[in-house]
């Protein structure tokens, strides 16, 4: 019962370079996350995925894209990171957009 | 979006004491979860709240949706709860907002 797993756990970028955080769940939800936690503050939403086929932006998707793989799996890309996506970012699942979530490890990205 | 606020921002306890945490917000909910992340970065679910009591071990929560606020209340605080407690909210767009935060510190 892994829950939600993220990889990778720490990643350092240069200015420019893209990366793809994976995400995947084992719960049979439906409905997928992914938040930044930047220091001091509380968690926003970049993304999200209702239901497996659809995507929709959050609060801060600019520089951001999503895959919604199959059911499991909702990965999150930087096509040319900047310094201001440094940041942790969290995936999460739940069986239905108005029900409980369950968060994954994090992903702490530093890009210099 | 829905505006969540948090009080107080930051709570020190001895061990044994019991507190209370809340949250307000500025619009109905559909959705309203409490969080708590401990100090390795680590978020976990302690109650799916959008209306009502419910109870967990030491910990409860109790939600009045008509008066737009919910309590997170800690009896017998041990060092494990120390971390930082998230409310958060979602209205009809179904995005759920995080507040600040509260930092519980306990002390043995």
């Known amino acids: 019962n892994a829950g939600v797993t993220q990889t990778p756990k720490f990643q350092v970028l240069k200015t420019g370079q893209s990366m793809t955080l994976q995400c995947a769940q084992d719960?049979?939800?439906?409905?997928m996350y992914w938040y930044r936690q930047d220091p001091g503050m509380g968690l926003r939403l970049i993304y999200y995925s209702a239901s497996e086929g659809t995507t929709d932006k959050g609060e801060v998707p600019n520089g951001y894209n999503v895959s919604r793989l199959n059911k499991r799996e909702f990965s999150l890309r930087l096509e040319s990171a900047a310094p201001s996506q440094t940041s942790v970012y969290f995936c999460?699942?739940?069986?239905?957009?108005?029900?409980?979530?369950?968060f994954g490890s994090g992903t702490r990205l530093t890009v210099v | 979006g829905i505006q969540v606020e948090q009080s107080p921002p930051d709570l020190i306890l001895q061990e044994g004491a019991n507190s209370t945490l809340r949250c307000n917000f500025s619009d109905s909910v559909n959705n309203l979860q409490w969080f708590h992340q401990n100090p390795w970065g680590q978020l976990i679910n302690l109650f799916y709240i959008p209306s009502g009591t419910k109870q967990n071990g030491r910990l409860s929560a109790t939600t009045v949706a008509t008066e737009r606020y919910s309590l997170l209340y800690i009896s017998s605080s041990q060092t494990t709860d120390s971390g930082v407690y998230f409310c958060?909210?979602?209205?009809?767009?179904?995005?759920?907002?995080f507040g600040a935060g509260t930092t519980v510190t306990v002390r043995a």
């Open positions: 719960m049979n939800h439906n409905s």
């Open positions: 999460a699942s739940s069986e239905d957009r108005n029900l409980g979530y369950t």
């Open positions: 958060a909210v979602a209205g009809r767009d179904y995005k759920l907002s």
